[in-house]
């Protein structure tokens, strides 16, 4: 499988790489729920070794994934597997978990999670370590803290290099000049591309810069392998965040609907076919390093595979950025 640089930085990721935010499970964070589904730790230890098989070396966790869950379950996969974590590159954010401090930016706070964090990943540095959102507190009141501490975090050997995870152009422009990042995170897909289009704002700071692209929920949640039916919409449990969002209203998903069967009509009707083509199209983009789905099981992690060996024109990226455009 292909790896790709990120930034100016001596780590390589492989271009399809696995989000581990599934492992955390049913969660909350003030009250806010904020995970997904539970998961069988036995199926994501097979599917995970299924991942290394076909040449998957990036796994990207975050604190607040299962407040902590996920990145143990992650560590517990690799040693059940008899594998050592420092053999793969390992990501993790902080941000979204505040614990008893009034803002998770705070330099204490952050440092105090960069530490949970290696224990719980059971590593003595974190390969990219992100701060997970742009919301630095009043007047970003915490933006030039956070920064001089992850760059202390640097010089200590605690973390290898800089990302940012943002929602908003916005919020990249004001954080990147401060942060000095290597690689910004955030969802990319084909329904809403906007932070990977070589025009955009944040396509233009990624040039400037020589900044690298990780995409979260390239397959806009399963919408793009066209699996939910508009008839009878899916219902999520409490602990979900997936639970009353709109994208999975009788309405949204009829829109939906529409849309795929002009791409079931181009490239055939196939979860793997549909999984390869969404994937493909984040990856078709520069300063792309990597789309990092999803899983609960070794048949979702095959499915996200597929796009390894699969291929678009520059024709095919035009025709599906046309059809969600629309």
């Known amino acids: 499988m292909k790896l790709n640089r990120i930034g100016n930085s001596e780590i390589r990721v492989s271009e399809i790489s696995l989000g581990c935010w599934t492992m955390g499970g049913l ?4 009250g806010t729920p904020n995970g997904w589904a539970n998961v069988d730790e036995d199926e994501v230890v097979r599917a995970i070794k299924a991942a290394i098989d076909a040449g998957v070396n990036h796994f990207d966790n975050a604190d607040v994934y299962g407040n902590g869950k996920a990145e143990r ?29 009034e803002h998770a930016y705070e330099p204490a706070h952050i440092r105090h999670q960069c530490e949970q964090s290696l224990i719980n990943l059971q590593r003595d540095y974190i390969d990219i370590y992100y701060l997970h959102h742009g919301n630095f507190g009043e007047n970003d009141r915490y933006l030039e803290g956070a920064a001089e501490t992850l760059d202390a975090l640097v010089a200590e050997g605690k973390i290898r290099v800089k990302g940012q ?10 954080t990147i000049p401060v942060v000095r990042p290597e690689v910004l995170q955030s969802w990319s897909h084909a329904m809403d591309p906007q932070f990977i289009l070589p025009d955009s704002p944040v396509g233009k700071l990624m040039a400037e810069h020589n900044l690298s692209f990780v995409a979260f ?47 079931k009509e181009r490239f055939g009707g ?6 390869g083509v969404a994937l493909r199209y984040v990856l078709a983009h520069p ?19 597929s796009a390894a060996g699969y291929d678009l024109s520059a024709e095919d990226v ?9």
């Not at 969660?27 to 003030?30: D, I, T």
């Not at 196939?270 to 999984?275: F, K, P, S, V």
């Not at 300063?287 to 595979?305: D, M, S, T, W, Y």
Request: overall charge positive; aromatic content about 10%; glycine content about 4%.
């Open 27 to 30: 969660n909350w964070v003030n």
């Open 73 to 101: 379950m992650l560590a517990r996969a690799f040693r059940k597997l008899g594998l050592r974590s420092t053999d793969y590159v390992v990501s993790t954010k902080v941000g979204h978990f505040p614990g008893t401090a």
């Open 165 to 174: 995870s943002a929602y908003s152009a916005a919020d990249f422009a004001k």
């Open 217 to 263: 929920s390239p397959l806009n949640q399963g919408l793009l392998l066209d699996k939910f039916d508009p008839e009878n919409p899916p219902t999520f449990d409490e602990g979900d965040h997936r639970r009353n969002a709109k994208k999975f209203t009788r309405e949204s998903l009829l829109e939906v609907r529409a849309k795929m069967a002009r791409i």
């Open 270 to 275: 196939e979860t793997e076919t549909l999984a």
């Open 287 to 305: 300063h792309v390093a990597c789309v990092i789905p999803g899983f609960r099981n070794e048949k979702q992690v095959a499915c996200n595979l």
């Open 318 to 326: 035009r025709f599906i950025a046309a059809v969600f455009a629309a």
